[in-house]
């Protein structure tokens, strides 16, 4: 089959999700709002972004984000009628060839650990396995959250986002945060909110998070995207946090979910949440390609 390719800049919106749904199929919809929130808090690189047709027709796509040097796949995707003979490998080939001729020098993704045919895939581009991201999950009701974690001479409040810049930079020594972990992404989600829990020495911790409202058979939910610690600060804190997060948000902490998704498995908030009593739900790899 012959293949073109152009840069997805020259989709609409509404055609990048079409395009995205058929590629992903099996009922999923990808909505253009939410495409447009994600290319902006993952930095979305739509120039770089390519597009995969046979004659007019799109049949696959490869979101690319990009800081500086580094490279990120966010999505990627071929139609299911398309799949198995080499459209995958070689829109991959040529848009991380394309990206280094633009100057990018790494790429990075992360996978699901189950999804042998896509880490086949990658690996076949050049990929490879550095790490993992670990995938925590809990009910308030599991953690036995109450109001006796609030420490007795403290105080949780909610706060501007930019409070977490400090804390962000005295965390430099843990393992980088996942790419849509990092500060560019964290303080551009539209819908965080920052908690900061405060003791007689001071700021002890905060946790920058967004709070889903349960819909359909999902409960209310706590999505937590950075904490920050200081020395000496643990179990308690966090447990602190996570309460203080979800009365805030929903009033009920029992039946709230928190997660925790994309912690890197060596990070000292991945012992922690081992600790609290969260479940390792599951794991992805973070692999990389460095282009020379
Ligand atoms: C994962 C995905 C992108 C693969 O797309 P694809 O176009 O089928 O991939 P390829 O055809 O390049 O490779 C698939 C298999 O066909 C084989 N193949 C490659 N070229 C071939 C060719 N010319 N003829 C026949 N088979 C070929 C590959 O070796 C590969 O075999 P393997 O699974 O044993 O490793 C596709 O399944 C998809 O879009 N899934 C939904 C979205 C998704 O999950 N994205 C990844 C998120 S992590």
């Not at 979305?44 to 046979?54: E, Q, R, T």
């Not at 459209?87 to 080939?93: F, I, S």
């Not at 020395?231 to 925790?260: H, I, N």
Request: with cysteine; proline share 5%; charged share 20%.
């Amino acid at each position: 089959m012959r293949l073109t390719y152009q840069s997805a800049l020259h989709l609409s919106l509404p055609d990048i999700a079409e395009l995205h749904t058929n590629a992903y199929g099996g009922g999923w919809v990808s909505k253009p709002d939410q495409l447009a929130d994600i290319f902006r808090v993952q930095s979305v690189d739509l120039k770089l972004s390519l597009v995969a047709y046979d004659g007019r027709r799109p049949i696959g796509l490869a979101l690319i984000g990009r800081r500086r040097t580094h490279g990120w796949l966010y999505d990627f995707g071929v139609n299911r009628s398309y799949r198995g003979q080499g459209v995958a490998t070689r829109l991959l080939q040529t848009s991380t060839r394309e990206a280094a001729k633009a100057g990018v020098r790494d790429i990075e993704l992360d996978v699901w650990e189950k999804r042998d045919d896509a880490i086949r895939l990658y690996q076949r581009a050049g990929f490879q396995h550095v790490r993992n991201y670990l995938m925590f999950h809990a009910t308030g009701a599991q953690l036995d959250l109450s109001a006796n974690d609030l420490p007795p001479d403290g105080q949780a409040t909610s706060d501007l986002v930019e409070t977490i810049i400090p804390w962000y930079a005295a965390a430099e020594s843990e393992p980088q945060p996942a790419w849509d972990r990092r500060l560019p992404s964290l303080l551009t989600y539209s819908d965080a909110r920052v908690m900061l829990l405060v003791d007689p020495q001071g700021p002890a911790a905060c946790i920058h998070y967004a709070a889903r409202p349960a819909s359909g058979h999902d409960p209310n939910g706590i999505r937590t995207l950075f904490v920050g610690l200081r020395p000496g600060s643990g179990v308690a804190q966090v447990r602190a946090l996570f309460f203080a997060a979800a009365r805030d948000a929903f009033g009920d902490v029992g039946s709230t979910t928190f997660r925790v998704a994309l912690e890197p498995e060596h990070s000292t908030l991945a012992k922690l949440l081992v600790d609290v009593g969260m479940n390792i739900a599951a794991t992805a790899l973070d692999m990389r390609l460095r282009m020379t």
